[in-house]
């Protein structure tokens, strides 16, 4: 039986409220009605907001990907057809080739253990909220994403900087640094990697927030003291 699309805007209308100038364009993946529907009722009461898509697993949220364009997704993590995992990576692997649109932002909105965090991170989300904090909390969380900032439980983010500094990079970022370390400069990093320059300076952005590095000096210290390590 074939499954049907993600939902466009134009179907989900009747579930918001209007957006202001310029919104932040949003779109979900779970796989639990009810946690649509209430995601939908939340933002669609924020006026910061205009919601694009809403998906119930994963590859839908990815085809998703492909014919809309939106600036953060708010995904579960364990989902049938492509969990978050499976998201992460195709949005990584999407982001890879050439002439594409950037990926949306993700945060991860789950109640799986904060272990999960430290995944997402890994794998590139841009922030990450339990569904056990307050639904108004999710709130604050995309829209600071939607301004460039990483937002994730700082005990998980202390913890992976103690066993591994560059363990919050994803295997893109790890690539920059290293070619950084090189010497190449953005434009430089753009030929090498197939990049426009404004997508490496957002790589280059999240990558030293990450480290808390202020430039690429300071990213590249990281690098050399743990590889003295």
Same mark, same amino acid.
């Given at each position: 039986?074939?499954?049907?699309? @993600?939902? +466009?805007?134009? #179907? *989900?209308?009747?579930?918001? =409220?209007?957006?202001?100038?310029?919104?932040? /364009?949003?779109?979900?993946? %779970?796989?639990? +009605?009810?946690?649509? /529907?209430? !995601?939908? @009722?939340?933002?669609?009461? #924020? &006026?910061?907001?205009?919601?694009?898509?809403?998906? $119930? #697993?994963?590859?839908?949220? *990815?085809?998703a990907v492909a014919r809309f364009e939106f600036d953060v997704g708010i995904i579960g993590w364990v989902m049938a057809n492509g969990d978050g995992r499976a998201v992460l990576e195709g949005l990584k692997a999407w982001e890879a080739t050439p002439g &594409?649109?950037?990926?949306? /932002?993700?945060?991860?909105?789950?109640?799986? %253990? !904060?272990?999960?965090?430290?995944?997402?991170?890994?794998?590139?989300?841009? =922030?990450?909220? $339990?569904?056990?904090? +307050? +639904?108004?909390? *999710? !709130? %604050?969380?995309?829209?600071?994403?939607a301004r460039g900032r990483m937002m994730f439980p700082f005990l998980d983010l202390g913890r992976a900087a103690a066993a591994d500094p560059l363990a919050c990079l994803t295997g893109r970022e790890r690539e920059l640094l290293e070619r950084l370390a090189e010497g190449l400069s953005n434009e430089g990093l753009a030929r090498r990697f197939g990049l426009s320059p404004n997508t490496v300076k957002f790589h280059l952005r999240n990558l030293y927030e990450k480290l808390g590095a202020a430039n690429r000096a300071q990213a590249v210290a990281v690098l050399l003291g743990r590889d003295r390590n």
């Open positions: 039986m074939t499954r049907p699309p @993600s939902l +466009p805007l134009t #179907d *989900l209308t009747p579930a918001l =409220g209007g957006a202001e100038a310029n919104p932040i /364009r949003i779109g979900f993946a %779970d796989k639990n +009605p009810l946690v649509l /529907r209430g !995601l939908q @009722s939340l933002f669609g009461e #924020d &006026r910061r907001f205009e919601l694009v898509v809403s998906a $119930s #697993d994963g590859e839908r949220f *990815l085809d &594409r649109t950037p990926a949306p /932002r993700i945060v991860v909105y789950t109640g799986a %253990d !904060l272990g999960v965090a430290r995944t997402a991170m890994q794998l590139g989300a841009a =922030g990450f909220l $339990s569904k056990s904090e +307050p +639904p108004e909390h *999710l !709130l %604050d969380v995309v829209a600071e994403v």
